[in-house]
């Protein structure tokens, strides 16, 4: 059955993989199409592949040759081996045919999109360092289900850097090196089970080798947003239930952790704003000087999606009351609402300011009017500004056995940048 709207073709845009079966077929009792993307950019292109399975589910190279045809050729092209290259905006349904078994998709033409990485497990944790994009996801089917993995910014083939089976929940890298934050895994069977709250702070180089823990502190939890400075390691440790936490920086060549703030629930973790390691906590915002000292840069309530720029902080707010994107800038005065709606995920660059809100992208010039990147992706999206683009992942789910998918995808923001 085809899909006719966008948000539709991206669900299950990473797998890009459904199963239609069909009863009586001579030949093939089933087809299953695949497909490398179910959204592309104008010249752009991308791989469809079949697969034929019997009655008794056994999946084989289709016997009878696979027909590809695209109902609006002048919007997406298909050719003979299921390559489809984008002609213009608009959507054309792509069919594979195989004896009387037959699949359809909906592949949706976007004028500036394209596609940096496909079938890909949920990601998580999206940075940005120097020509690479990297990130963290879940295999539910792997014996070791997380991962970290990176992309050339430009696109092209993952490539996997490490897998574990301890969950990460953030993550940075600096120079030669990723500096992540993650919970060990813990068999809640086993006699000696006392919570799950058992967080650490590991650094493992990126072209490969053993990890090194820099930090650990049993019962707590930790922030996802970890800061490398000077040769520290800045990251918050909490407890659970948010009503104590600590600030602390640990050397990167390792020892004994130093506790730099002790109050609040610095859930965010640590970013870097004008330069210096900034934290929420008790409902203010501080930040570490270079001179030992913590200053009070502002009041804030329940922030998430903590970003930090040389000159402001930005967060997002889950109130009904309050929500939106909100700024301070470091110089002082008051936070200022700068958009509205259910945002989550904002990122900034040189003079704008992207966000996810349900299902789509917006970006937003200083001061200016927001203006759609995205509508109807499938659920929230991280996103990044990089230069004149703005890069987000949606947080598909496909309801068949492959579990959570997703892709990295690239916009570029209409009405560009600031120089």
Known sequence: ?????????????????????????????????????L????????????????SGGERRPCTDEVRWSSSEPSVASVDGHGRVTGKAEGRAVISASSGSA??????????????????????????????????????EEAAERYGVYRVPIAGGMPVEVFRQRDKIVGMTADGTDLYYVYRIWVDQTDPGYQGDSDYRL????????PATDLARHPGLRMGPNVVVLDGYVYYASYIGTFLSGQVHRVPIAGGTPETLADHGAPYNGVVLAGGRPTWEAGGKLERYEADGTVTVLGAVDSPNDLVGTPTHLLWTRPRPDRDGVWRLALSGGEP??????????????????????????????????????????????????????????????????????SSLFAKTIPGGVTP
């Open 1 to 37: 059955m085809a899909r006719t709207s966008w948000g539709a073709a991206l669900r299950g845009y990473g797998m890009g993989a459904t199963l239609v079966a069909l009863a009586g077929c001579a030949g093939e009792s089933r087809i299953w199409v695949e497909a490398s993307a």
């Open 39 to 54: 959204a592309l950019g104008p010249g752009g292109t991308v791989a469809f592949e079949a697969e034929c399975y019997r």
């Open 102 to 139: 037959h699949d359809e998709r909906t592949i949706s033409v976007v004028p500036g999109l394209s596609v940096l990485a496909g079938r890909l497990h949920t990601p998580g944790g999206l940075v940005a360092h120097e020509d690479e994009l990297l990130w963290f996801s879940e295999d």
């Open 202 to 209: 590991a650094k493992r180089p990126l072209a490969g080798g």
């Open 336 to 405: 200022e609402r700068i958009a509205r709606g259910s945002a989550t995920f904002v990122s900034t660059g040189p003079g704008v300011v992207c966000w996810s809100e349900e299902d789509q992208v917006y970006c937003q010039r200083d001061r200016g009017r927001r203006v759609t990147v995205a509508a109807g992706v499938d659920g929230p999206s991280q996103t990044l500004v990089l230069g004149d683009r703005v890069i987000f992942a949606p947080f598909g789910f496909e309801a068949d056995t492959h579990g959570p998918s």
